[in-house]
């Protein structure tokens, strides 16, 4: 069986409404990469809870900035790296919530990074030079 | 994402489609607010065509869950998708809310 291998980058500004633009280039790289249906649905929610705390989290108001994000498939993995030159910060550090508490002690925030480690298989963070490094990977079996 | 509302006294139905996420949660608070006059009791509410949710989606459903509880009601969530069922599951969500297959056992309950 042969390794197929691919490459792709997407660049996103700072502005939530990207997100649709992510969508609809995830549509496509399934599609073109042939991936299982297993595939891009975690990847599209990891990436939108990244992407959005990077958008709303990083930059300073009101400026602009780029976003980059690469995809690779090594195999049946695939490899996702988002990186920003905002404010340092290491999702992976984040506290998990308490999923047993009541409806009415449960605190309506802090659900997004939890999710982002529950549906990849794996996540780290690097803070390269000025810039961060989000690492998420999703594995497959064929 | 699509939204149809219907109340009848004391029942509230709303039918959600297609996406809520970081882009679009606004919409489906503000359609559900405006469903939620004082005389609901009950909301039923039809996730078959929902097909993805991010946790913008789920506070709202969080915020959705802690009104109706303040104000005595009760909320019927029928028919989720496995691919969002999963995601209630993960984030322990499925235990603090009414999650029925189908209307018909929604209604019974």
Redesign the interface.
Known sequence: MEETQKNKTLVIRND??E??RL?AFLEKLEEEWDLPPSVI?PV??AL??AL?NVIFYAFEKDTEHEIRLNFERRGTAMVVVVTDDGKPYDPTQKED?N??L???E?P??G??I??IR??MNEVAYNRVGNKNQLTMVKTWNT | MKITTETNGPDAFVQVEGRIDTTNYNEFENAVNDVLNGSVKQMYLDCSGLNYISSSGLRIFLALQKKMMTTGGKLKLFAMQPSIREIFDISGFSSIFAIFPDKATALQA
């Open positions: 939530i409404s997100l649709n969508v649905p599209n929610l939108e809870e959005s919530p999923l047993h009541s409806v009415e449960r309506i925030g659900l997004g939890f999710l529950q549906v």
